[in-house]
């Protein structure tokens, strides 16, 4: 990986609809950002490690993200890492906001949302992750939800 890959920013899209991955990797490599697609949570722990992406956005449909460990344990803590662990689903914004909370996640993104609004909030979350890696700080989850929930 070159140095300018490396300053755009890593985004990691889990979801089994592979035509929204198609259309959303196109479009967020036409904006600098790359993208690894996945599909599996059975798999995902790997692919993190591989990957190392500043964001996940995470489709809350995938059966695995239903099941009791993931409520009890929290995502963060499961998959091991510290990218950001965004929701997207195409579920209502109330919906989305109470799974975050449950969840342990940073934040969510809508399906229904604009597309460049999503470019938008993935390229905050990347520049916001990346000062608090280079300034050895660790990334509080209320700062990027409150940032998130201003957005929306």
């Known amino acids: 990986m070159n140095a300018s890959t490396e300053a755009r920013g890593r985004v990691l ?14 479009l967020l490599e036409l904006s600098g950002i790359d993208v690894t697609l996945h599909d599996s949570m059975i798999t995902l722990p790997l ?26 344990q929290g995502l963060r803590r499961l998959l091991r890492t510290d990218a950001s662990l965004i929701l997207f689903s195409g579920r209502s914004a109330g919906e ?10 940073d934040g969510f993104i809508t399906k229904a949302q604009d597309p460049m609004e999503i470019v938008t909030h993935l390229q905050t979350l990347i ?5 608090l890696r ?6 509080p989850n209320v700062t990027t939800r409150t940032a998130l929930a201003a957005a929306h």
């Open 47 to 72: 692919i993190l490690r591989e990957a190392d992406p500043d964001v996940v956005l995470l489709d809350v449909s995938i059966p695995a993200l239903s099941g009791a460990a993931v409520f009890k």
């Open 13 to 26: 899209i889990v979801d089994d609809q592979h035509d929204l991955l198609e259309g959303m990797k196109t």
């Open 96 to 105: 989305l906001a109470v799974m975050t909370e449950e969840l342990g996640a």
């Open 127 to 131: 520049d916001h992750r990346r000062f």
């Open 134 to 139: 280079l300034t050895n700080q660790e990334v």
